[in-house]
């Protein structure tokens, strides 16, 4: 009996990776383990549309999938954003302002109690004519309206100028000799500033009027008056847009002319203190004391006294008239 050699012994001890499944006998074994695929020609650049991702949800999505999404996957849905197309802003009044400085103001010899309706040297700057959206808002229109047209915005001091942003007038207060405003009787409780749908129009270019209530620098005990009446507005002067005024302002007009008005007011320097005094301001604040608050008011203030010399009504034929183009 002849002995296997070594090297057939040594193929018959290899052990070769046998899968179990092949073992047993399946059904349809007879048919290739792979099946070629078709390839489909009208799937191969065919563009998938990314999801729509609501703004909110952004803030809910974990931070590994932000990190996986490529920029073109966040497709924000603006569809909740309310288009300023389908917001009727007919213009049904117009409204003038002219604007004038009075150098004599800050002078020792001035009469004391004197009004800047009365200053001796005025220097006028010009005529504004502002459109209001009446459809729109008809109590802040109405409420605007009757305070220009009661002489009760003529010697408003501007009290506030932010360069490349807005100027504001209309600072509520007894002191007329200090350029503040006491609104007429008769105005009607404005409900609209607790409408969300009247914060619908933002402020996207210069010369657009406003109803200050974010940047309202009326003292809190006027404010607290159970008959207080906000009459308080801003107009921005460009050249770019404010978002930072929209959600907490009410626009309800724009400027039809003088433009040229509202640059040369925004040109003039304001008083800006030095940064040592804001931090002393800050400490007061935050310790209670009241006179910070009355020191922070001259912050921003134009180093020239612009003030309201004359307001009212122009009437015209045709109440209802359409705006040069949306603010």
Request: with cysteine; proline share 9%; charged share 20%.
């Amino acid at each position: 009996m002849a002995l296997p050699s070594s090297s057939a012994r040594t193929a018959s001890s290899t052990i070769y990776p046998v899968s179990l499944s092949s073992l047993h006998p399946r059904r349809n074994s007879h048919r290739a383990c792979f099946t070629p695929s078709k390839p489909n020609h009208n799937s191969t650049h065919k563009y998938i549309k990314p999801p729509k991702i609501p703004k909110r949800s952004l803030f809910f999505l974990p931070a590994s999938f932000l990190l996986l999404q490529t920029p073109s996957s966040f497709a924000i849905d603006d569809t909740s954003t309310p288009s300023t197309s389908t917001i009727d802003t007919k213009i049904t009044d117009r409204i003038f302002m002219d604007f004038s400085v009075c150098p004599s103001y800050f002078r020792s010899d001035r009469t004391l109690g004197a009004e800047l309706s009365s200053c001796p040297d005025s220097e006028p700057l010009g005529r504004v004519v502002f459109g209001l959206y009446g459809r729109l808002l008809p109590v802040t229109t109405a409420n605007f309206k009757a305070t220009c047209t009661s002489a009760a915005y003529r010697g408003t001091l501007v009290h506030k100028l932010l360069q490349g942003q807005f100027f504001a007038a209309g600072r509520q207060g007894s002191r007329r000799d200090k350029g503040e405003v006491q609104p007429p009787s008769g105005l009607v409780r404005n409900s609209e500033t607790v409408d969300p749908k009247a914060f619908e129009l933002r402020h996207e270019r210069p010369g657009t009027l406003s109803l200050c209530l974010g940047q309202n620098d009326d003292d809190d005990d006027i404010k607290l008056n159970p008959d207080y009446h906000n009459v308080e507005f801003l107009i921005t002067t460009g050249p770019g847009p404010c978002p930072e005024l929209d959600g907490q302002n009410i626009v309800f007009g724009t400027v039809l002319e003088g433009m040229d008005v509202i640059t040369s007011i925004a040109a003039i320097p304001t008083y800006k203190p030095a940064e040592r005094i804001r931090f002393f301001n800050d400490f007061a604040q935050l310790i209670g004391d009241e006179r910070a608050q009355t020191a922070r008011a001259l912050w921003n203030r134009p180093l020239k006294t612009v003030y309201i010399s004359d307001c009212g009504e122009l009437k015209v034929t045709k109440q209802s008239l359409s705006p040069p183009s949306l603010p």
